[in-house]
């Protein structure tokens, strides 16, 4: 794609279609777009060999927080340039680790130790998150990965958003940081894990959690795509800018909490920063920004590509359904694990949904199909593009 990315997949300009891949941030939830990416990426290896991974097909794989872990372990190079991790290996990845990560407190003080360590510092020390990220991806660089990835976090020192994106880089090389920085950086979720500080040349980054700005990553991925049409990459000429039904893009949730009534503005009334910040095991005031901006999106994205009559160009996988300790980001024992498998492994038989643009509801699809056919519809889609583009290469690769 770039000139400072070493890429498999060739340009969209040899092609038909811009592919997307976007992962919504939602801590331990990542084991469920976990679940759905190693059934796509099976779909694709049946058609193209074992050797097929997400990062042959996709553009750009984006990512918030725990999602932007996953679009990194799916891109970073290993010593024979071909990714670190194939999509089977995210959820035993979560299954060993997240209990390291978010290590449980037990007993019968168990409330009130949670209670004090939400009001005097984060929750968990994230040392053996930042320990296990160094480790696997080293002096890895953003530019190094085997397609674009787009990553947003949010500077606390500037109270500005900041996309780490391949396209980016050679405008801005301060962005071209170490993958390890990006990954602890878009996961500090605020009360949860510390803030992120780092230096990439003579710029200071000082990162939060990128749920603040993206925590569904869709718009911003397209948002970069468009703005490299608009200069006039020539990767994507002569593509134009509105052009959505050049675009093929899956969007995939971690997983949302049950409608209903937990809170109330009576309630609300009555909290002060305690109240926001603790509520029965809760996050209040981190749930309502976080699912604001998921739902957003996914609204936004629907009206768009229905505007412009590309809507099955456009799949959003999510489960709004959780209860208990399948709703959080932390609670990561074996049971709450186990449970959020077997959400993923429902997800791909549930019909197909998308957001109704005039109530803002979200309705299965009328003769949509499940998860799991629209998946290996689109795996067909995104094989026979990557087909095209190689024939239609012409510059000499191998």
Known sequence: MTSTNSVGIRPPNTGNLITVLSIDGGGIRGIVPGVILEYLESQLQEMDGNNARLADYFDVISGTSTGGLVSVMLTAPDKNNRPLYAAKDI???????TPEIFPQ???PFAGLMKLSKAMTGPKYDGKYLKDLVMGILGTTKLSQTLTNVVVPTFDIKTMQPVIFSSFQ??????IDAHLSDICIGTSAAPTYLPGH???????EFNLIDGGVAANNPTLV???EVTRQVMKEDPNFFPIKPLDYGRFLVISLG???KMQ???YNAEMAAEWGVLGWLFNNGSIPLIEAFTQASVDLVDFHNNVVFEALNSVDNYLRIQDDTLTGDMASVDVATKQNLDDLMKVGEGLL???VSRVNSDTGGVEPVTNGGTNREALKRFAKQLADERKLRESNCTDGRP
Do not use: C, H, M, W
């Open 349 to 351: 038989d549930s019909p």
């Open 221 to 223: 991925a397209i948002a």
């Open 169 to 174: 880089v050679p405008r801005d090389p301060s």
């Open 91 to 97: 959820v035993p990845f979560y299954l060993e680790n």
């Open 197 to 203: 500080y780092f230096k990439n040349g003579n710029r």
């Open 254 to 256: 971690t997983g949302t």
């Open 260 to 262: 209903q009534a937990q």
């Open 105 to 107: 407190i037990e007993g």
